[in-house]
């Protein structure tokens, strides 16, 4: 198998997430649950199936390289680097809204959501703008 091929699979995985993330604010915001259960279990689903194929990618493949150069590469490590501290904080913070949500402690849901919800998002949203950055605006072209 070629593993550098997961990039892109991880790519699209993160925007799913996105996506589904999307409508789940807009249903619960529209007063539907029931399709809000729905998009945030599919966000889940697919943000999991991410994280597994991402590890598998790294542990197989490294890390890419960037080929952008002058202040584009300030502004991408900078965007990398707020997009893993926030992808190491959502680790626990999605189970735990997940959780209290399948318990039915919607306060407590609601509360902890309202943290979740947005820093999901943009680990989405900078996964997606990291990888665009790195594999399709300025690839490496060394050796």
Do not use: C
Not at 54 to 80: C, D, H, M, P, Q
Not at 82 to 97: E, N, R, S, W
């Amino acid at each position: 198998m070629n593993y550098d091929q997961l990039v892109h699979a991880n790519a699209i995985l993160n925007a799913l997430s996105v996506i589904f993330l999307s409508f789940g604010y807009y249903f619960i915001k529209s007063g539907d649950w029931r399709k809000h259960r729905a998009m945030m279990i599919s966000a889940l689903v697919v943000s999991t199936l991410f994280l597994v194929s991402y590890v598998i990618y790294k542990l197989n493949s490294g890390f890419a390289k960037f080929g952008g150069e002058g202040v584009i590469r300030i502004v991408y490590f900078t965007i990398l680097f707020v997009h893993v501290m926030g992808a190491i904080a959502i680790v626990p913070l999605v189970p735990i809204t997940a959780i209290r949500a399948l318990r039915q402690h919607f306060p407590a849901h609601k509360k902890i959501a309202r943290i979740t919800w947005p820093l999901w998002m943009f680990v989405g949203i900078s996964g997606v703008v990291v990888y665009v950055m790195a594999v399709h605006i300025y690839p490496y072209q060394g050796s």
